[in-house]
């Protein structure tokens, strides 16, 4: 199971968003991040829980190990408010996300 | 450029079985370590994985929804259908299927999904 906290985040745009995603057992460092936008598919933004994706912005770090990581946005943009989910693939056969944490715009 | 395309009914009535059909282009599903995978997110809720196959015919499922899934790929037509059989109202959500590469092992491309409604 990955709990995710906050479940919503209010903030500002140019604030650091620092959002929480904890394992039940360990997951090594098999994590994903995602964005997901209104109406549209998710965005694979951080794997191996700190390697950005493919042309995902500097401002987007992840860090962590085992049961705990973190995603943080160091300087929020206007299109950066979106929900963000971690997903799991350590224990298999299981592909587990989060619950989501929705970043609004303060 | 990898593009993935969902299809399906936009409406199911309880106890019927649910074809889905995830339509691909930009990589083949006969290379070693690659695969596709099905999703599902009620409205407004968060996303479920539901089954993936690769390149090699190995299926996985989700271990709560089993029993009522099948998943299966036609490598020449580029397309991966899903079955979801007894449908019930807490089925509706948005599918999507996704391609998942060899390295990294993480699905990074999605297609846009459709919309599914289950109601008599």
């Known amino acids: 199971v990955l709990t995710q906290s906050p479940a919503t985040l209010s903030l500002s745009p140019g604030d650091r968003a620092t959002l929480s995603c904890r394992a039940s057992?360990?997951?090594?460092?098999?994590l994903a991040w995602y964005q997901q936008k209104p109406g549209q598919a998710p965005r694979l933004l951080i794997y191996?829980?700190?390697v950005r994706a493919t042309d995902i912005p500097a401002r987007f770090s992840g860090s962590g190990s085992a049961t705990d990581f973190t995603l943080t946005i160091s300087s929020l943009e206007p299109e950066d408010f979106a929900v963000y989910y971690c997903?799991?693939?350590?224990?298999?056969?299981?592909?587990?996300f989060g619950q989501g944490t929705k970043v609004e715009i303060k | 450029q990898i593009t993935l395309k969902e299809s399906g009914p936009a409406l199911v009535k309880p106890t019927q079985t649910l074809t889905l059909t995830c339509s691909f282009s930009?990589?083949?599903?006969?290379?070693?370590?690659?695969?596709v995978g099905w999703f599902r997110q009620p409205p407004g809720k968060a996303l479920e994985w539901l089954a993936l196959?690769?390149?090699?015919?190995?299926?996985r499922y989700s271990p709560s929804l089993h029993r009522r899934l099948t998943i299966s790929k036609d490598t020449s037509n580029s397309q991966v259908v899903l079955w979801m059989s007894n449908v019930d109202p807490v089925d509706t959500g948005t599918y999507y299927c996704?391609?998942?590469?060899?390295?990294?092992?993480?699905?990074?491309?999605w297609g846009r999904g459709t919309l599914v409604t289950v109601s008599s």
């Open positions: 996704a391609h998942l590469p060899h390295t990294p092992p993480y699905f990074d491309s």
């Open positions: 930009g990589f083949s599903l006969s290379t070693t370590g690659v695969g």
């Open positions: 196959i690769y390149w090699d015919n190995d299926s």
């Open positions: 057992q360990s997951v090594a460092s098999s």
């Open positions: 191996d829980a700190s």
């Open positions: 997903l799991q693939r350590s224990t298999w056969p299981l592909w587990t």
